[in-house]
């Protein structure tokens, strides 16, 4: 991850049940590749998830 880009911003998934399929450790923190319905969405700061 060199740098970064806004894809979406995370309001609009609020409420929604994604999937985690990779994690990477930068010096900023973790960050989650998130997909809903099989689609990728992007990174996410894993401490804006919940885990179910």
């Known amino acids: 991850m060199n740098g970064f880009e806004t894809i979406t911003y995370s309001q609009t998934y609020l409420g929604e ?14 960050f989650a590749w998130i997909e809903l319905n099989g689609e990728g969405i992007g990174w996410i700061d894993k401490k804006a998830l919940q885990k179910k």
């Open 17 to 30: 049940t994604v999937r985690v399929t990779e994690e990477k450790v930068t010096q900023r923190g973790t």
